[in-house]
Structure formats: C-alpha cells, structure tokens
C-alpha cells in the first residue's frame, strides 16, 4: 500500500461550522504534513508532525487545529473559518530515519470550499 | 518561496520536443533535489530527485542536470508526450530538514 488517502475529496462549509479532515496512511510513515494550495500557486506547508508529536507549525491560524492521533492517521479540524480558507488540502508523509529518501507522499487532497 | 526561483512559467511544446524547466536557488544548505509533477485535482509526485554529489541523472524520458557552483539545476523532458502535460515543481530541502521549499511551478501544455 503506497497510498495517502485523504477524505472527504470535497468539502462546503459556512463559517460558522465545525468540520474535520482526515488523512490515513498506512506506509509506517512516521512523519506526516499538512500543506494548503491555493489555484495555480505551489503547496504552503503548514504543519508537521514526526512521530505521532507536532514539530512544525507554520504560524497557522488556531481556526486550522491539527491531530495525530495515531502513527497512520493524521486529521486537520476546521473552525470559523474564512473564505480566504477556500484551497486544496494536501495531506503528505514521508519515513523517517534510514528508509527516508527524500521523498514526500501527498494525497490527492481534500477541495474546501468556505462561504 | 524567495530562496526558489523556478521558470519558465508556463510553457508550451509540441509533442516530440524538448520541455526543460529551470530552477535557481540561494540556500547552500539545500541537500536534496527533487522535482514534483503535479495534474489537475490530484496532489504532486516525486518524478525524479538528485543528490549534489552527482551532476546528472536520467530516468527514461526524465534528466536533472544539476549546477552546483551556479546554484541551479533543471528538468528535460525529452521527446515531450501531450500526457506530460502538468504543473511540475521544483522544491528542494535543507539538510535533516522537515520540509521542502517550492518553486512557483511551471505550467506545461505538450501540443499533439
């Protein structure tokens, strides 16, 4: 299994709503990444997490509040959101120590749509 | 992103030819070099990466050439297919580092 899956694929909300995005992953992916992609611009990192324990926060917003809560899944929860919020969710992860090449695993994201 | 310049843009080929996306960068720190295709509705993917200990590699239809001392490497995509077409990035990583830096991407249309 050599997939990142994320869920839901699409997501509306309003700003006033509490929602939740979930990715899983099941690699033995010990580091796990949020990033936001607006159209037409490159992925902006916004938290790390390597084992099971955040590492990097990028200055995001409290409205985003990330969760490990295990070594496979990793969820985004959203609150109060704006519709500057409006982007592509790309979930990632990567293996830590001698297996890692480098190489970052995205999924296919989720597409938050806020009005 | 200041410490990735990424060109051109976008680009434009016809099917047969040569695409080569370049990239430039101010970080000597970076380690690990690799370039991301991404499609529409899909996340990116590794296409291919280079270590700075070697100055070119090839896979397939794929090559990064890799400058050190200009602190600059590039993506050819020889005899260019219309299903090349894709946004491809280049984002390069610090040593031990977490994280990569993305270029602003390279917008590649491949003309049947």
């Known amino acids: 299994d050599t997939e990142v899956t994320q869920t839901p694929k699409h997501l509306v909300m309003g700003m006033t709503n509490k929602k939740s995005l979930k990715c899983e992953q099941h690699?033995?992916?010990?580091?796990m990444y949020w990033y936001k992609q607006k159209a037409k611009k490159p992925p902006e990192l916004m938290f790390v997490?390597?084992?099971?324990?955040?590492?990097i926060n990028e200055s995001v917003p409290s409205r985003f509040s990330p969760e490990c809560p295990n070594s496979s899944l990793l969820n985004l929860h959203l609150h109060a959101l704006q519709p500057e919020d409006s982007a592509l969710y790309l979930c990632?992860?990567?293996?830590?120590?001698?297996?890692?090449?480098?190489?970052?695993?995205f999924g296919e994201g989720s597409r938050l749509t806020v009005l | 992103q200041q410490q990735v310049k990424q060109s051109p843009q976008s680009l434009i080929v016809q099917k047969g030819g040569i695409s080569i996306i370049n990239c430039a960068y101010e970080n000597t720190a970076f380690d690990y070099f690799p370039w991301y295709q991404q499609f529409p509705g899909k996340g990116p993917a590794l296409l291919i990466a280079i270590r700075p200990d070697v100055s070119e590699k090839k896979e397939g239809r794929f090559t990064i050439s890799f400058n050190k001392s200009a602190k600059q490497f590039s993506l050819h995509i020889m005899d260019s297919q219309p299903g090349d077409s894709a946004t491809y990035f280049c984002?390069?990583?610090?040593?031990?580092?977490?994280?990569?830096?993305f270029g602003e991407g390279t917008q590649l249309t491949v003309n049947p």
């Open positions: 997490y390597s084992y099971e324990k955040l590492s």
């Open positions: 690699m033995g992916h010990r580091a």
């Open positions: 984002a390069p990583r610090g040593p031990r580092g977490s994280r990569l830096t």
């Open positions: 990632a992860s990567r293996p830590i120590g001698t297996l890692n090449t480098g190489e970052l695993f």
